[in-house]
């Protein structure tokens, strides 16, 4: 909630107060000359102005009081306020009318009946001050969750568009056609993977972590539709070492750097793209190591750019302190080494 919307909130709060004071001289319980009388008019100052003491102490403390680790300790500590507030209250009402000189009663003798009544008014506002909290609070906490739902809908967007290449996609049907007019054996299985491609890419990668197994599962369907189209069927080296059971990782994270490798790799080596895994039980180590092509324009894409700062991002939100991502370029090798912790 914006700083306006509670400065309102606040003023018609204060504003429902002072017309409760007020009161009587709606229904007629009093003349309204008395309303400019020295007594009348100093009573709904400084009560005014006492209600407003005992109000914002309980609003900025009660949050403090909420972050106490035993309910005990916030209890005791509440009910302290509550006693030195009600003393506050008195001494402060009792020193306020003998200044004045216009007494309540003949000498204004202490009685236990200010007491009570000053604890009323200080559990009252205290209640008022706790709910108007709650709800300003409430307005901030459905506010980012407006934002943060906002902003994962546009990254999932983003992030479909962004993996959902058309190039390969129709590449790949490309490749399936070529595949069925020559009735290959290959042709169902290409069609599987595609499927189980697509399948994880709209229903999987929506959720906040994915098995490791099934990003895994993933990452071969992907490098599989991808050999379609090169004639070397040793060019991908894929390595899973460990146990990647029980492990989590989010969705899409991994085929950035992957599908990264197959544009800027040069078809001259064998392999041409290296990928290593490696799951253990503190967490999991990924590397890609591909050869770049030897031209200007590949050298200049490989230094990073959006996708490289969008992936960074995307790792410091989701594993803040808890990765490392490493990218170096060693003449005709392009590295990416992330590992990622428990």
Known sequence: MKRKGIL???????????????FPLYTGQYEASWLFSNKYIKDIIINTLLNMVSFYV?????????????????????LFILVLLTAFRTSLEILFWKIQGNTIDAGLTFRWVYVWNN????????????LIRFMINSFKSQKQKDELINQ??????????????????FNTLNNIYSLVYKKSDKAPEAVMKLSSVMRYMFF??????VPLTKEIDYLKSFIELQKLRIIHPDFVSLQIEGNPDGHQIAPMLLISFVENAFKHSSKLHQPGIIIHLTAIKEGITFSVVNYLKKTKLAENESSGGIGLANIRRRLQLTYPGRHKLTIAQDGEQYSVNLEIWK
């Open 119 to 130: 604890l009323r008014l200080v559990i009252i506002t205290g209640i008022y001050a706790v």
């Open 58 to 78: 309980f609003y900025f403390l009660f949050p403090v009081l909420v972050k106490f680790k035993r309910k005990t300790s916030a209890i005791i500590a509440g």
């Open 204 to 209: 999987d990668a929506s959720a906040d972590k």
């Open 8 to 22: 309102l909130i606040h003023f018609f709060f204060w504003f429902y107060i002072i017309n409760q004071a007020l």
């Open 152 to 169: 994962r809908q546009a990254s999932e967007l983003a992030l479909l568009r962004s993996q959902i290449n058309p190039h390969f996609l």
